[in-house]
């Protein structure tokens, strides 16, 4: 019912930046939370962000308090994670995924459709 495309990643040095953006379509995004999700190779998926369509209402993993910002742009159907102050540790393959608002907590991992991933990758 909803599709994501995830794009913007990159290779960057340590403290730079990168802006990820998850085009949606195909559903009414009113009714659904939008987040981000990072698996880095070997572990297990992790909450970054999700931001709360209807409202604009956002949450942070601790990681990433005040460094990542998610936003969206209504008339654009796009939802974006601004990267700053980007560390090794943050090299992943950041996922955009959606579902119903209210299903599970912000920071569970638990969504109804997942984006294809893009490679965000930090140099020290």
């Known amino acids: 019912q909803v599709q994501l495309v995830e794009s913007g990643g990159g290779l960057v040095q340590a403290g730079g930046s990168l802006r990820l953006s998850c085009a949606a379509s195909?559903?009414?995004?009113?009714?659904?939370?939008i987040g981000w999700i990072r698996q880095a190779p070997g572990k297990e998926r992790e909450f970054v962000a999700t931001?709360?369509?209807?409202?604009?209402?956002?949450s942070y993993a601790d990681s990433v308090k005040g460094r990542f910002t998610i936003s969206r742009d209504n008339a654009k159907n796009l939802v974006y994670l601004q990267m700053n102050s980007l560390e090794p540790e943050d090299t992943a393959i950041y996922y955009c995924?959606?579902?119903?608002?209210?299903?599970?907590?912000?920071?569970?991992?638990?969504?109804?459709?997942w984006g294809q991933g893009t490679q965000v990758t930090v140099s020290s």
């Open positions: 995924a959606a579902r119903l608002v209210g299903r599970a907590s912000a920071s569970s991992t638990l969504y109804d459709f």
């Open positions: 195909g559903g009414i995004l009113s009714a659904y939370t």
């Open positions: 931001i709360i369509w209807m409202n604009g209402g956002t």
